[in-house]
């Protein structure tokens, strides 16, 4: 473990929630498009110090990154990006363990949810950091296991540049009216939901962060249209009950 660069990094990133987050009404106002929308967006959420000292983090993490490039089962949807999966998060940064159960960050996730929220048990999900960096790396059509998702923006292209947050709200239910899998062959379905304007995009800023219902909403990151840009993300994954013991099937493959 880096443990001294993890501690001095750690003295560097004193992190406060901005004074947005801090406020009833907006506070209000997130937990309603949640609930509604499942879906939040938190822009600005880190800045200046916080958001340099993640992005230094995770390029000292970076170099224990896996390569990946496969189509995956169940979903046949492709997977070209690099990945740093929580086992190793957990074992080389002292700094992102912390930042996964700081207690300004955990209290605003519960007041948008509006209940409490519970670490994931997974060794590999509750923490994934994932890198696009070349032409057409995309992270394709799939479900979390962990129902709730907070996405930190590192690093971020511009809306044209692709890397874009594409999802369809309600998956399952959606699945169980038409007879479907809904963790079989998407793509048929996809297309008709494109077709349908069911699949909403949004684009996100370095600094930038949402909330996500991953379980219900069907999602992918759009691909890279160009080089020289780069998506570099958080994952931080959450229970919304207690002592959830599960072990995800796809997620060892990303990360594995």
Known sequence: MRADLSTTLGKQMEFCLPEAYRQ?????NLRLSLAVNRYVKLPGLFSGDPLTALRTELHAVERLAKARDFVMPGYQ??????TVGGQVIKR???MLRALYGHPDLRELIIRVVGKSVYDCLDVNEWMIATILNAPGNTHGWHLDDPPLAMVIFLDSPDAADGGLVEFIRDWPRLCNE????????VNA?????RAA???EQKHHSAG???LFRADECLH???????????RAILNLTFELNPNVNRRGLTVGLLVE
């Open 208 to 210: 930038d962060a949402y």
């Open 220 to 230: 992918r990151v759009t691909p890279l249209r160009r080089g020289g840009v780069r």
């Open 189 to 193: 379905i996809v297309k008709q939901c």
């Open 197 to 199: 304007g069911l699949i």
């Open 77 to 82: 949807t492709p997977r070209f990006m690099t």
């Open 178 to 185: 038409i007879g479907a899998d809904p963790q079989g062959d």
């Open 92 to 94: 080389e940064s002292a």
């Open 24 to 28: 009833q009404l907006a506070l209000d």
